[in-house]
T-cell receptor, first 111, second 113 residues
């Protein structure tokens, strides 16, 4: 079945440093979603990418979808303590609305 | 709108006990699902439903039962709790059709002793 791998599992950064998490699928995706989960909270939808090579920005966050639609990345510029949490990618295949989640990357920001 | 509401927030069970985790949504979403979250394992799909009267198994269905009698409610039943079911449980819903964002409840933290 479809597998979505996400790396790294953890990332410690100093406040102000950049952060990137990567997501790779074993199959071609029709879309990829990104979620953020604050400590003790629930996952919250950030963004969805559907086009090959698509790049979207939300303030300091940049999301990319690979040309082959099998990989994606989330980059945060100049991290802040409010960025702390676990970031999940979730890939959808074909017409399915049931995404397959990566295991998440936990971002720890040291002030 | 309340969104997705889960109850209880915390629960402690003894091995062998049964219980039902409640999930309700007020967004008229056809699709509802249950995930469990364990450290380092991400979100694993337990069961899902695409409408009233329709349910299907996800990745880790064993030991859990679901039913969907209304569009709004999707309870998750633990038939005979085991320590391996200690986890955080999330209910999520979305519209069917093309991929739409999942809306998650606040979660239920379950401990089985």
């Amino acid at each position: 079945g479809q597998q979505v791998m996400q790396i790294p599992q953890y990332q410690h950064v100093q406040e102000g440093e950049d952060f990137t998490t990567y997501c790779n699928s074993s199959t071609t995706l029709s879309n990829i979603q990104w979620y953020k989960q604050r400590p003790g909270g629930h996952p919250v939808f950030l963004i969805q990418l559907v086009k090959s090579g698509e790049v979207k920005k939300q303030k300091r966050l940049t999301f990319q979808f690979g040309e082959a639609k099998k990989n994606s990345s989330l980059h945060i510029t100049a991290t802040q303590t409010t960025d702390v949490g676990t970031y999940f990618c979730a890939g959808g295949a074909g017409g399915s609305y049931i995404p397959t989640f990566g295991r998440g990357t936990s971002l720890i920001v040291h002030p | 709108n309340a969104g997705v509401t889960q109850t209880p927030k915390f629960q402690v069970l003894k091995t062998g006990q049964s219980m039902t985790l409640q999930c309700a949504q007020d967004m008229n979403h056809e699709y509802m699902s249950w995930y469990r979250q364990d450290p380092g394992m991400g979100l694993r799909l337990i069961h899902y439903s695409v409408g009233a009267g329709i349910t299907d198994q996800g990745e880790v269905p064993n030991g859990y039962n679901v039913s969907r009698s209304t569009t709004e409610d999707f309870p998750l039943r633990l038939l005979s709790a085991a320590p391996s079911q200690t986890s955080v449980y999330f209910c999520a819903s979305t519209r069917t059709g093309y991929a739409s964002p999942l809306h998650f409840g606040n979660g239920t933290r379950l401990t089985v002793t």
